[in-house]
């Protein structure tokens, strides 16, 4: 499942079908293009060319989705979402909903470091903040010091899950496991 994927069924409480699968595809066009926002027209039209849907199929499917996250949702994950509390009358747009989950998706992940008091061996962990998956690295032992150089790098590239291994592997790291 795509971090698309997750965070709206995170957010429906449904799994991408019908109206959130066009919102799904709407947020990944909006994500591809931040930080810029493109004009409604612009993404309607984009998520056209994916879905094969008509000029009226979009608009509706994106606010059906809306009123269904809005009446049925997880209230509480939206309003992480939108990084405030939602009153009842503030009902988000499709567009603000589409740019606010696209800005959410936005959010990196952090890697951090720990030690092992037993084994003096440390440890990498992460958490993606919108799958909620955790990455860990077994036990190995390493130099401290270049290992907070490795983990400020990961965190400063931003490194996503998917790349991580690939730039482990590649830092010498694999070889210090014992």
Known sequence: MSRSEELIKKVSGADCEGCYEVLRQAVD?????LP???PMHKLVSAVMD??????TA????LSRAGIEIWESGDRNFLEEVFEHRLAKEQKPMPRELIWQLANYLHKPVTYQMWKEEDSGKYCIAAVDPVTGQWLTVAPFRAEQLQLETFI???NGVHAPLESFQALFLNSGFQELFS
């Open 29 to 33: 066009v909006a994500y591809e293009n």
């Open 36 to 38: 810029r926002r493109l």
């Open 58 to 61: 979009v608009p509706k499917a």
């Open 152 to 154: 400020d790098f990961l």
């Open 50 to 55: 994916r879905t094969g849907s008509g000029p």
